[in-house]
């Protein structure tokens, strides 16, 4: 039987060149080598091309297979999941999760995915050791995939409602490992890192402290996003994670925030990331060199001996990725066992809330609750101890 004219034309393999690639309309379109996640970016924009050319959305197909599936969300995920600086982390996140789906799952048929196959997609997360709530948002984010399906009447509505049915693993009742809570850091840790990391590094390390900023609020930060007309400077990040939800962030920068935010202001273009990885290398190579002992006349000359087309070059703004090694690295190099950055989150929280209470806690922090900031702040002992040691 012909297969409908504005049905959707699977993603196939051309095994003798390795290429992906189309056919429709008498005629073949290769997008890019086979399993490529730029190929399967390609084959979304051709399918959304498609439709538009019918004139309609894509119809439901009851022959689509989980593998195209796939490929159609993920094209979606690379448009719709974008920050200031490209996509986000919820883009990988997918990618990493569905692949599990296509290795089991791929060439079986969409409608077919039901309840039992998520239980043993399931199983395969926990068998991998992933945590219990890795292994129960990744659920989440599958059943998110059907959901967008059925939105676009790829798959009928009633295999979603099925997966639905598949239960959170319980703490105490599943074998996936548990997670331990994340607890604020000793700060003789934070500060043993002092002389291992970079200036700018040392500065996110401080701001964090000082304020309970997020990474991602302030590693891409300018000089266009601080107000610094009063006595408290505001910080209003254009990237923050609440920001789809049409939220405001506003992080507010004292007097020892500000010094150590000016001396990265001057002479910088406002839209320019004030914590420069390029600009911490640079500083690198020049203190090396002014180390030298051997006479220019011998050995290396300066920038000779670099390689002209390396595979990672320094950017011009952290990420929060970036950041996080280079914390992880200099936790290394002073031995002391590792933390990341966003515990310094929950430093500053304990400290605020002890010091002025949950309300005030909570506005600094940016949450809308003061439930999610009591999670955040670690329980003050002290007191309950100093009654108990009087009246117990």
């Not at 060149?17 to 309309?25: F, H, L």
Request: overall charge positive; some cysteine; charged content about 25%.
């Amino acid at each position: 039987m012909a297969r409908p004219a504005s049905a959707v034309p699977p993603l196939k393999h051309h095994k003798a060149s390795g290429q992906a690639y189309v056919y429709a309309q008498g005629r073949r379109f290769y997008l890019g080598p086979y399993g490529a996640p730029q190929t399967s970016e390609a084959y979304g924009r051709w399918i959304a091309e498609f439709a538009a050319q019918h004139g309609r959305a894509v119809e439901q197909k009851d022959d689509l297979r989980i593998a195209e599936l796939r490929d159609l969300f993920l094209a979606h995920a690379a448009s719709y999941y974008k920050g200031p600086g490209g996509s986000t982390k919820e883009v990988g996140n997918f990618k990493r999760i569905t692949g599990e789906l296509n290795d089991l799952y791929g060439v079986s048929l969409a409608r077919e995915f039901g309840p039992l196959r998520l239980i043993a997609l399931r199983d395969r997360y926990v068998a991998k050791g992933w945590s219990r709530g890795g292994v129960n948002q990744a659920v989440n984010r599958i059943r998110h995939v059907f959901k967008w399906a059925v939105a676009r009447e790829l798959v009928p509505s009633s295999v979603w409602e099925a997966l639905r049915a598949v239960e959170p693993l319980r703490r105490g009742r599943a074998q996936a490992r548990e997670t331990a809570a994340v607890k604020p850091v000793p700060i003789e840790h934070v500060n043993a890192i002092a002389g291992h990391v970079s200036k700018q590094v040392w500065a996110l390390v401080q701001l964090q402290l000082l304020t309970g900023a997020r990474s991602g609020e302030l590693v891409g930060i300018r000089a266009v996003d601080i107000d610094t007309t009063g006595a408290v400077w505001l910080l209003r990040p254009a990237q923050h994670k609440t920001a789809h939800r049409g939220h405001a962030r506003t992080i507010y920068l004292g007097p020892q925030a500000q010094e150590i935010v000016r001396p990265f202001l001057p002479g910088r273009a406002v839209d320019a990331p004030l914590f420069s990885p390029a600009e911490a290398e640079g500083s690198r190579l020049e203190e090396r060199h002014a180390q030298r002992k051997v006479p220019l006349s011998c050995g290396n000359s300066p920038g000779s001996n670099r390689r002209r087309r390396p595979k990672v070059q320094p950017g011009d703004g952290y990420t929060t990725e970036s950041y996080r090694r280079a914390v992880t690295r200099a936790c290394e190099e002073a031995n002391v066992p590792h933390w990341h950055p966003h515990q310094l989150r929950h430093n500053a929280a304990t400290a605020l809330q002890r010091q002025f209470g949950i309300e005030t806690a909570r506005v600094i922090l940016g949450h809308t609750s003061p439930a999610v900031t009591a999670i955040y702040a670690e329980a003050d002992h002290r007191k309950a101890l100093e009654v108990m040691s009087k009246i117990g």
